[in-house]
């Protein structure tokens, strides 16, 4: 169905949205497509506000919440690996991952071939494929677009490991992990020729290939790099939630740009992602705060922010593939399963994710890929022509994806550690981490009065 | 001469400062400082990881005053600090030996 249709252009950012049979048919016959100047606009504003996401929004949403002698550390590491998997993009990712088809059937389901290495043929009239037949936007701007989501994705990943990490493994470790974690599940998810997409997985803005894939390597590494020195026994509260909450509302606002860019168009489906990132996060943020409420706590600012983030995590998947009430219980579901997970299950297991990277991004991304299943449903207010037994078996598929996402992740998470740590060491000397990175590290202080 | 050092609460600052003032206190030295006495202290949770931390935010007042003067100073600040609950504070009187101005040189009663 529409895996034909967007394999013409080779390129395409997230799941079908809606499609016949007919409609193909239509975009085969059409001609060159049409570049629309307000899609490009809307698509050019999209990549700016995911890049806003990243610097400033995650950079300070994560510092505030590690210690004061870590912060500039934080930041660095989240700027630098960005800007890192900007470069690995250009160089090799984006060929990797919506590049042309290999000729070898197996492989082209995990991968696609270099030749688009280094943007090689990418031309100012080369044009990526839209959801609609017969419109497209321009190759460049769909290159851009894709390239933030590498480069949030990674800048994820090290929630779990911040305060402790070496600067030079995280580096290491980010250009290792892109190439055979990111790339492939991005290819696998998002393309047409991809293995998921191939089985019909709903993933609009990706909670599975950002989310689920960031969170479990967030715990796996943390898990291989082990807990900061003194955790859990020594008092580690965050530094300042004031940069937390500053964070928060530039990710919110930031992550318009990530679910409705995702329709890679200024159209209706783009719409109806925006309204679910209002109503679903809206409903994230205030059920932490409920859930607080219930453990006999009270509602807090850290709380509220969690649960915002939790609401976006959540409604990644489903933003384009839900009603407004389907993400707005998806969402509150969300926030209590990550409130458990955050406060019960790491404290019993006892693993060291320093800013909840799994607990929010993994679990939260778990409960929206699976939920997009449900809520997809036209029977539950969502945009699928399919009856509850259409559901099951959505179900079964975004199953099989999460299942194989979190398979994929701790193993490339894994090689990619060991290689880190080989090449570097991967942690700093207990004195660096006493000390702090960021002096121990970059050789500054974030705050001198 | 009598030097009094006084822990409060520190909300109750001004009050004790335009107490003092009206009872005739020419100067003293304030300080921001954490302890604790008898006042538990309070309990953070971030993300369900519980932080309860012992020492409390007080204020402390730092008075050199002549003998006569002493008790009212005392008194002025007892009665303004006090907010009748635990945690209001304490107040220590010490003897002082001498007082010098630096500008002048003066000592004693007329250099306070």
């Known amino acids: 169905m529409i895996r034909k249709l967007l394999c013409g252009a080779g390129a395409l950012g997230a799941s079908l949205f809606v499609a016949t049979a007919a409609w193909a048919q239509d975009a085969a016959a059409a001609a060159a497509p049409t570049v629309d100047k307000g899609d490009s606009a809307w698509m050019m504003t999209s990549t700016l506000l995911v890049l806003m996401m990243i610097v400033p929004g995650l950079a300070l949403f994560y510092g505030g919440l590690a210690r004061t002698k870590n912060m500039l550390s934080v930041m660095t590491q989240v700027g630098a690996v960005g800007a890192l998997a900007m470069l690995v993009w250009v160089g090799w990712g984006y060929s990797m991952a919506f590049g042309n088809d290999f000729s070898g059937a197996f492989i082209k389901q995990f991968i696609s071939n270099f030749d688009k290495a280094f943007l090689m043929g990418v031309k100012p009239d080369s044009t990526a494929a839209t959801f609609s037949a017969g419109v497209a936007i321009p190759e460049y701007v769909f290159v851009c677009f894709q390239m933030t989501f590498a480069a949030i994705t990674i800048a994820l990943v090290l929630g779990s490991v911040v305060e402790r990490m070496k600067f030079s493994a995280v580096m290491i470790f980010a250009v290792i992990w892109l190439t055979i974690v990111y790339f492939p599940i991005a290819h696998m998810v998002w393309a047409a020729s991809g293995l998921f997409f191939g089985m019909g997985a709903l993933d609009f803005a990706g909670g599975t290939v950002v989310h689920i894939n960031s969170g479990v390597s967030a715990l796996v590494a943390c898990l291989m790099l082990g807990k900061r020195m003194g955790y859990p026994g020594e008092p580690m509260p965050p530094h300042s939630l004031t940069m937390t909450a500053i964070g928060t509302g530039l990710l919110w606002v930031g992550w318009f740009g990530f679910n409705a860019g995702s329709a890679l168009e200024a159209n209706g489906s783009a719409a109806l992602a925006m309204m679910n990132t209002f109503v679903g996060t809206a409903a994230g943020g205030l059920a932490w705060m409920v859930a607080e409420k219930f453990a006999g706590h009270k509602g807090s600012a850290l709380g509220f922010c969690s649960g915002i983030v939790v609401g976006l995590v959540a409604v990644t998947p489903a933003a384009g593939n839900s009603g407004p009430l389907g993400a707005i219980v998806l969402c509150t579901v969300a926030a209590f399963v990550c409130y458990f997970a955050v406060t019960k299950l790491k404290p019993k297991l006892g693993y060291d994710d320093a800013l909840d990277t799994f607990g929010v991004h993994g679990v939260g991304g778990m409960v929206g890929a699976l939920g997009t299943g449900i809520v997809y449903s036209a029977a539950l207010g969502g945009p699928s022509g399919d009856s509850w037994m259409g559901m099951a078996a959505q179900l079964k598929v975004q199953f099989l994806t999460v299942g194989a996402t979190i398979v994929w992740a701790a193993v490339g998470t894994a090689v990619a550690i060991t290689v880190a740590k080989a090449l570097t060491g991967l942690r700093v000397s207990p004195e660096v981490e006493l000390e702090g990175l960021d002096i121990g590290e970059h050789g500054e202080r974030a705050y001198n009065y | ?112």
């Open chain 2, 1 to 112: 001469m009598k030097f009094i050092i006084a822990i409060i609460k520190p909300f109750k600052l001004d009050e004790v400062r335009e107490a003092l003032g009206a009872i005739g206190v020419a100067g003293m030295t304030v300080s921001e400082v954490k302890g604790f006495g008898r006042q538990k202290g309070q309990t953070e949770i971030y993300r369900g990881a519980e932080y309860s931390t012992n020492m409390l935010p007080k204020v402390k007042l730092e008075i050199a005053a002549s003998d006569a003067l002493a008790p009212q100073v005392v008194e002025a600040i007892q009665q303004a600090a006090s907010t009748d609950s635990i945690g209001d504070g304490k107040i220590f009187v010490l003897d002082l030996a001498s007082a010098t101005r630096i500008r002048t040189g003066e000592t004693g009663d007329t250099a306070l």
